[in-house]
C-alpha cells in the first residue's frame, strides 16, 4: 500500500463548513454578503478604537502649545496690505 505524503499545508487538513478549506474559501469568495465578522470581533475592534482615541487626546492635551505664525495675528503690520 502506498503511503500517503506529508504536507505541512493546513489547506489540505483543515475542514471547515462545507468540507475542505478551500471549498470553503471558494464559497466565501462566492457569497460575499453571507460573510460578517462576529460580534466578539466587533466589539473588540470597536473598544480598541476607543482607547486609541482616548490616548490621542491625552497626547494632544499633554502637549506644548507652538506658535506657528506668531506675526500672522497682525493684519495692520502686513507690508503688502490687504484691499488698498
Partial sequence: MTRK????SLADKVTIRTGRRKDYKKWRHDNPDQVAPSRRFVAKK???????????LAR???GQD????????NESNNPKGSDS
Avoid at 505524503?5 to 505541512?8: D, G, H, L
Avoid at 470597536?46 to 490621542?56: E, I, S
Avoid at 507652538?66 to 495675528?73: L, R
Wanted: hydrophobic share 25%; no cysteine.
Fill in 46 to 56: 470597536q473598544q480598541q478604537r476607543k482607547l486609541q482615541a482616548v490616548r490621542k
Fill in 60 to 62: 494632544q492635551q499633554s
Fill in 5 to 8: 505524503k506529508k504536507t505541512r
Fill in 66 to 73: 507652538i506658535a506657528i505664525h506668531p506675526d500672522k495675528g
